[in-house]
């Protein structure tokens, strides 16, 4: 076989000496949490060594691939702002090239073709669990003579490529989080290199590409781990230097079993969609495996490049907590300017106030109403829910948050008459003027300050929580906080 093609080459000896990481997603569903952190840790690296990060599509498993999922990857990467600096390559634009390399492996003798069928494997396969055995290939095919090669042939069975692993010996890698790790071959199977269909197996397509790619670091889930010594057997006989290996620590969630949609983790899209921001969710992600020190919780991106090193990413599995990611977010949504959180927040009010609420919103309006609660979201979607009683023209609530122990319905009836007639006269609809106004009021009522509080913010908002009675009422207008204790009236005077 000839060297690899001459394009790659030159793109090799150029980056020889250069930091090149890689995310190789396979398109068979949407990105999900691990996936990102995958990437996030090898984005970091990238860029803390101020070297290249590049994408590349695995999808050379033609029946598991996902509709959409390519453009979801896609999508999640430029919503978290991990650029890539080339790419996306995809492996199955370049069936030649691993054909031209598992070629050179048979002229070397490395692999040999097999003829099994995917019954026999079947077969074989259900006997070694009978026998409680590890799957493995029986190497039936493995030293075919040339005659019996030459009747499988005339069969007409498209044969795969297997690696001829040696039967003994081991293979020791050097792992930069696990350190050094041992594999004796006697464990390892002849795996298939090259499919009856023409594709590539991952193992085969992930190291010619990661060498032609010319990848410094290959920073992966741990669930590789026990695949990176056929690939640095494959290494080997092809005659090539192996990058270096991390392997990432496993994210579990809060009881730890594998991580699921049960633990409130979903796909990448998702958290977008419930209004989560990417800063946060990356500096959430950051810490699944990876710390500055024992207390850091908050880092920027910049000082997430500026920090990011492999010595501190942990060897045991990361915890998943979703109460931690919408405190996190919570935490960046307080930090944005307001504009920036009402233009954040617009789409979400938009698509999720009740139908009745006229569109579209009036931004000023908006503005005020979201000043109130961009102390109390947590994520973006929380928005609408919060405010929804700002945009309504008439509330839906149970009359029984009117009353309170102090306050029976006669009591509130006259505390709402009260409050009503002082704030008849009200000019000045604003924070301070009604506080001077109510809070004097309230000493002279028999009820409380608090029960009387409670009773007009239920009256004025249909809710026993809400923001700052006196802010709520300004931001609400005169006319709409009188309607609504009119309205309260009347279901009061009801009960009465
Ligand atoms: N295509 C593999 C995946 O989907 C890549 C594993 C690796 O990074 O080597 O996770």
């Known amino acids: 076989m000839s060297e690899p ?24 569903g949407y990105p999900h949490l691990g996936n990102i952190r995958t990437v996030l840790f090898n984005w970091l690296f990238a860029r803390h060594h101020g070297g290249k990060f590049i994408l590349r599509i695995e999808d050379t498993d033609v029946a598991r691939k996902v509709e959409g999922a390519v453009e979801a990857i896609l999508d999640s990467l430029r919503w978290l702002g991990l650029d890539w600096d080339e790419g996306p390559y995809f492996q199955s634009q370049r069936l030649p090239i691993y054909h031209e390399i598992t070629e050179s492996l048979l002229q070397k003798g490395h692999v040999y073709l097999c003829y099994c069928s995917p019954e026999r494997l079947q077969t074989m396969r259900q006997e070694q669990a009978k026998r409680k055995q590890p799957p493995k290939y029986d190497r039936r095919c493995r030293d075919l003579t040339q005659q019996e090669r030459a009747q499988m042939e005339a069969t007409g ?18 792992d930069l989080i696990h350190g050094r790790i041992t594999f004796k071959h006697d464990t390892l199977d002849d795996f298939v290199l090259l499919k009856s269909d023409g594709y590539p197996t991952y193992h085969l397509a992930v190291v010619v590409d990661d060498h032609l790619m010319a990848i410094s670091h290959v920073l992966r889930a741990d669930e590789w781990l026990s695949s990176t010594p056929r690939h640095v057997l494959l290494y080997q006989a092809l005659n090539w230097q192996p990058p270096q290996f991390a392997h990432l620590p496993i994210i579990l969630g809060p009881d730890r079993a594998r991580l699921s949609k049960r633990h409130g983790a979903t796909s990448i899209t998702e958290y977008q969609k419930q209004g989560y921001l990417p800063d ?29 090193s492999l010595e501190r990413v942990g060897k045991t599995a990361a915890i998943f907590n979703k109460d931690k990611l919408e405190w996190m977010n919570g935490v960046y949504l307080r930090k944005l300017s307001l504009d920036e959180f009402v233009q954040r927040a617009m789409p979400f009010l938009d698509r999720d106030l009740p139908e009745s609420v006229k569109r579209p919103l009036d931004s000023s309006y908006v503005g005020r109403v979201l000043s109130l609660i961009q102390e109390r979201a947590r994520t973006l979607a929380e928005a609408p829910q919060l ?7 008439e509330l839906q609530y149970d009359t029984g948050l009117l009353l309170s122990r102090e306050l029976d319905a006669q009591s509130a009836a006259k ?24 809070r004097p009021l309230a000493g002279e009522l028999s009820s409380g300050t608090r029960e009387f ?10 809710r026993t929580a809400a923001p700052p009675l006196f802010q709520t009422m300004a931001v609400l207008g005169k006319d709409k906080c009188l309607n609504r204790l009119n309205t309260a009236l009347q279901l009061l005077s009801n009960l009465c």
């Not at 069975?157 to 050097?174: A, K, N, Q, W, Y």
């Not at 405010?387 to 023209?393: N, P, R, T, V």
């Not at 509080?453 to 249909?462: C, E, Q, Y």
């Open 387 to 393: 405010a929804s009683f700002f945009f309504l023209d």
């Open 157 to 174: 069975i498209s044969p795969v490529i297997r690696f001829r692993t040696p039967l003994d010996g081991e293979t020791t890698i050097c």
């Open 415 to 438: 505390a709402v008459t009260a409050a009503l007639q002082h704030l008849e006269g009200v000019i000045n609809w604003n924070a301070t003027d009604l506080e001077n106004i109510l």
């Open 5 to 28: 093609t001459q394009e790659y080459s030159a793109m090799q000896s150029e980056l020889e000496t250069s930091v090149r990481l890689r995310f190789a997603p396979s398109p068979t």
């Open 453 to 462: 509080f409670g009773l007009l913010r239920v009256a004025v908002t249909g």
């Open 280 to 308: 946060a969710v990356v500096n959430f992600l950051v810490l699944l495996g990876w710390s500055l020190d024992d207390r850091t919780e908050l880092l920027s991106r910049e000082e997430l490049i500026k920090h990011f």
